[in-house]
């Protein structure tokens, strides 16, 4: 039986996983139980972070995944943006990689940089 806390909506229900089964107790919404198969057979994560961008204002920009990607993909994702180097000017929402390393998720600007 595996133990943890739900992050799918502020109530934070404990759930009791079954890891043979996948049987899920201890949810209150059907969220719950969705959120903890995921978690043992594919957690996701949403990535944020900095990457470098040349620009006469600013060395960094804010940037994160659009949608969540694979959590065993974090840290070759995060030696990836290391290498980046972006150019102003960039606004919010701007996608700064189209496949963040075969993911097939972008990594956007969260910041507005105009030169």
């Given at each position: ?27 209150n919404c059907p969220k719950?139980e969705a959120f903890a ?57 701007d996608i700064i990689i ?18």
């Open positions: 039986m595996r133990e943890m806390t739900c992050l799918e909506c502020p109530r934070g229900c404990q759930l009791s996983i079954d890891e043979q089964s996948l049987e899920v107790t201890g949810n719950g198969r995921a978690e043992l057979t594919n957690p996701m994560r949403v990535l944020t972070t900095t990457a470098v961008i040349e620009s006469d204002t600013d060395d960094m920009i804010p940037v994160r995944t659009k949608d969540p990607i694979p959590k065993n993909s974090m840290f070759t994702a995060m030696r990836f943006i290391k290498t980046l180097r972006a150019k102003a000017p960039i606004n919010t929402g189209e496949d963040l390393v075969g993911t097939g998720v972008p990594l956007i600007a969260t910041k507005s940089i105009k030169k």
